[in-house]
């Protein structure tokens, strides 16, 4: 069974561009996550989905950042315009149900010159 | 009172030793304590995890001590390999509304020596 599937892997940009993360989850799994892991620290939870609704976007910076996922499958991240702060990894997990296991992809790893 | 405070902040053993990596939190309402394990490149994957009705967990080398008084929990790598060599997050899980919340300590780095 393929995992949670993450595009690009790499991303360089200047900053004031736009950029944006694709995540393809684990087939069946209605709960999706976007968390953002900075250099030494552990995730942190962006905004999860449940099926094609964001239930909880409350640390998702929405000057800036967006997200959505149409049909309730893939789910695209989107960081416009992006500052020097940005740069990090986004990751993305997915779950049968938010008590379920979450199943992390490998992240996008974006540096912001 | 959601963050889960992680210590070490790196860790280096020699192949066999037992290192031990401890956690601990504040808010009482955590009730699912799972710890994940990270290699470079990758994201996090479930190691093991416990619920604060038991003091201990063991899955073959990896064991969940866990103090329910105190709010810490460590884990705890028997005969240790080259191959566990990597960033463990240690997180707390709570319902919120009608789904689970999951909070991460700020991880450990091990290195295993040969």
């Known amino acids: 069974e393929a995992g949670v599937v993450q595009s690009p892997r790499y991303k360089i940009i200047e900053k004031k561009q736009p950029v944006a993360f694709w995540c393809n989850p684990i087939s069946g799994h209605n709960t999706l996550y976007w968390y953002l892991q900075n250099l030494g620290q552990g995730p942190e939870l962006l905004i999860r989905y449940e099926n094609e609704e964001a239930v909880d976007d409350s640390q998702l910076p929405k000057d800036r950042f967006s997200a959505e996922r149409l049909k309730g499958v893939d789910s695209t991240l989107k960081i416009q315009p992006a500052e020097l702060g940005d740069s990090a990894v986004y990751l993305c997990?997915?779950?049968?149900?938010?008590?379920?296991?979450?199943?992390f992809g490998p992240g996008t790893r974006l540096t912001v010159l | 009172q959601q963050q889960v405070k992680q210590s070490p902040q790196s860790l280096i053993v020699q192949k066999g030793g037992i290192p031990i990596i401890n956690c601990a939190y504040e808010n009482t309402a955590f009730d699912y304590f799972p710890w994940y394990q990270q290699f470079p490149g990758k994201g996090p994957a479930l190691l093991i995890a416990i619920r604060p009705d038991v003091s201990e967990k063991k899955e073959g080398r990896f064991t969940i001590s866990f103090n329910k008084s105190a709010k810490q929990f460590s884990l705890h790598i028997m005969d240790s390999q080259p191959g566990d060599s990597a960033t463990y997050f240690c997180a707390a899980s709570m319902e919120l509304g009608s789904a689970r919340q999951l909070t991460f300590g700020s991880g450990t780095q091990l290195t295993v020596l040969p």
């Open positions: 997990a997915s779950s049968g149900s938010s008590y379920n296991e979450q199943f």
